[in-house]
């Protein structure tokens, strides 16, 4: 019996296998598209490439002992047909060779077998091999207290042990690494996820591949990817329920009164993760239908929580499928990408509960990368609780809201407008404000960062705005004090004066009207300490601050465009030659566009003609 093997035989080893079994095999036609394919695996650093490879060898093997004979039929597949390999190309090229021949087509595919038999041709369907696999050779690195383990050639084995929240990154034994066992242990792995039931490949990818085994998640990376072979195996070390955590009581009631929006956010390794798992298996405990969005699969739930993971490479093609299959709630783990909270509020507002897991040092930084990727008064309805974990326990809680007031530090009634209020869940005390001022988005702290009245974010941007308003029509130096929550005294040059105040005060009140601040213009031979004071001219904005990242401005017919890929939905300070100009979100596209004709893009344009230098640093 003459056999064709496909590219899925091959790579399973069923052909040599197939020989020892049957002794009866006559010709092994080898397609030269077979060869192809395994070849390009190969290159891309694909580990089922060199098992192809390998098994080929071992025909090789057995066709000089005499048992076989084998030919290289057929030609080499085009880049189109190599191109459109998941099209089923290289699989048509097969089947031609499989009837050309009168051979039979042998396969661990189950597609290719469905339509060679409905081409009319021989089959022999061998179902891929899975076995119950023991353990795997890295898993004696692992004792109860090790999260992750981290196997590099040339370096000693590492690996972060220890309690939620008190991780140390520690070296394990002192033998370094050599590439031979690092091959031998990432082949131990690959092969025992191909033939377990509880193992699958979560991506594959030139010089990466991401595996799940049991409650493994394990990395190899190759050059050219990576500079080395590299093994990154991580497991969960706790399973956590609800009860287990601060505010357990009051969380549960909000969580199961209706479906919610949640951030659950902290620091790599804070327990993060493991919160959210706690948190699913609650609301499905509690008559909720719960899935999983994840990339890779890595929570530890229940049978009874479907997980899901890209569907066609598109976390937004699994939320479509999610809307048909209708969940109560869903984790989103994890949110990192401009489209993952696209995603996210897609889903929530479409009225599923919907709870991510966000990396974020402050509690209030989860809730800021959301502005600019969703609308400011949009995000109390995607997002109305706000859960920071540190050290594996809940620090903090924040509920979000909106209402239509004067922002906290103004005083003016007809400066009302809609702010999100984000409050302390356990005291009811406000602790930020995000609202529009003067047509940039801002995040203000209170409570104990804003009592007294100084030094708050309301002072540091009402103090940039009215120095920006200032000198706007000055045109020597400026500085600001401020007096009180409404009250501001400014300082300019003798010749300032008039052009500061305008004809009868107009132009001032103009600039006390639409700041809601009065505003007392001074010389600085009037401050405290004579001419100059104590530093009189100095930048407020710009001064024992980060010097930022150095910027080149394109100058439209109708923008200044500040580029500033890398930091969407940021919020940064732009300052020419360390002095401050101005504070803005970064948008989608990655910029910040200031329309010609306003004050903000008139000094900016200022500053570039005069060749100081444009730089940008995080608020």
């Given amino acids: 019996m003459d056999i064709v093997p496909d590219t899925s035989a091959v790579i399973d080893g069923r052909v040599s296998e197939q020989v020892a079994r049957d002794g009866d095999v006559g010709t092994v036609l080898v397609p030269e598209a077979v060869v192809g394919e395994l070849e390009s695996q190969a290159n891309e650093g694909r580990e089922t490439g060199w098992d192809g490879l390998a098994e080929l060898q071992e025909l090789a093997d057995l066709a000089d002992e005499g048992e076989i004979t084998v030919e290289y039929v057929g030609r080499r597949p085009t880049a189109a047909e190599m191109s459109g390999a998941g099209e089923g190309d290289i699989d048509a090229v097969i089947r031609d060779i499989a009837a050309k021949h009168g051979a039979t087509l042998l396969t661990s595919d189950a597609v290719q077998a469905e339509v060679a038999r409905a081409k009319g041709l021989d089959v022999e369907y061998i179902e891929p091999q899975t076995t119950d696999v023991g353990s795997l050779a890295i898993e004696q690195f692992f004792d109860d207290s090790t999260m992750s383990l981290h196997l590099k050639v040339g370096v000693k084995p590492m690996a ?95 969580l199961a009164e209706r479906q919610r929006g949640v951030l659950i956010s902290g620091a790599p390794g804070a327990g ?39 569907l066609g490479g598109s976390m937004e093609n699994t939320a479509d499928s999610l809307l048909m299959v209708r969940p109560d709630y869903t984790i989103y783990d994890e949110v990192r990408k401009t489209s993952d909270f696209r995603v996210f509020a897609d889903m929530r507002m479409a ?41 594996g326990q809940v620090h903090t809680v924040y509920d979000v809201t909106t209402e239509v007031k004067v922002p906290h530090g103004l005083m003016q009634e007809d400066l009302a407008r809609p702010v999100v209020v984000i409050s302390d869940f356990e005291t009811g005390e406000p602790a930020y404000e ?15 960062d804003g009592e007294g009245g100084r030094d708050t974010g309301v002072d540091r941007i009402a103090k940039q705005e009215i120095e920006r308003e200032i000198k706007s029509v000055a045109r020597g130096r400026v500085q600001v004090e401020l007096q009180g929550q409404n009250l501001a005294v400014v300082y300019v040059e003798e010749g300032d004066i008039s052009y500061v105040i305008g ?23 009037e401050k405290p300490g004579g001419p100059g004071g104590d530093g009189g001219g100095g930048r407020d904005g710009g001064g024992g601050q980060d010097a930022g990242r150095i910027v080149t401005p394109e100058v439209t017919s109708r923008h200044v465009i500040v580029p500033l890929e890398g930091h969407e939905g940021e919020t940064v300070e732009v300052r020419a030659g360390g002095d401050y100009l101005f504070t803005a979100t970064v948008s989608r596209g990655g910029e910040v566009q200031v329309s010609r004709g306003s004050a903000i893009a008139e000094e900016l344009e200022e500053a570039i003609d005069r060749g100081q230098q444009i730089t940008v640093a995080p608020q």
């Fill in 160 to 254: 972060k042990r220890g309690d939620i929240g008190d991780m140390h990154y520690e070296t394990i034994r002192e033998e370094i690494s050599t590439e031979k066992q690092l091959k031998e242990w990432a082949h131990d792995i690959e092969e025992s996820a191909r033939r377990s039931p509880d193992g699958f490949v979560e991506l594959d990818q030139p010089g990466m591949r991401i595996i799940q085994f049991r409650d493994y998640r394990i990395a190899v990376a190759r050059p050219p990817f990576a500079d080395g072979l590299e093994i990154t195996a991580v497991r969960p070390i706790v399973k956590t329920e609800l009860d287990d955590y601060a505010l357990a009581d009051e969380l549960r009631d909000r």
């Fill in 272 to 310: 993060k993760s493991t919160f959210a798992q706690a948190v699913a298996e609650f609301l499905a405990d509690s008559d909720y239908a719960v899935k999983t969005m994840e990339k890779p699969r890595d929570l530890q739930v229940g049978p009874n929580i479907t997980q899901y993971t890209e």
């Fill in 351 to 391: 009225g599923v509960g919907m709870i991510g897991v966000v990396h974020a040092t402050r509690a209030i930084d989860a809730l800021q990368r959301l502005v600019g990727r969703v609308e400011l008064g949009m995000i109390p309805q995607v997002v109305d609780t706000v859960v920071y974990i540190e050290a």
């Fill in 434 to 448: 995000i609202y529009t001022f003067n047509r940039q988005v801002v995040t203000v702290p209170l409570g104990e």
């Fill in 503 to 525: 004809k009868g005060g107009g132009r001032i009140n103009e600039i006390e009207d639409r700041l809601g601040i009065d505003i007392d213009v001074r010389t600085f031979s």
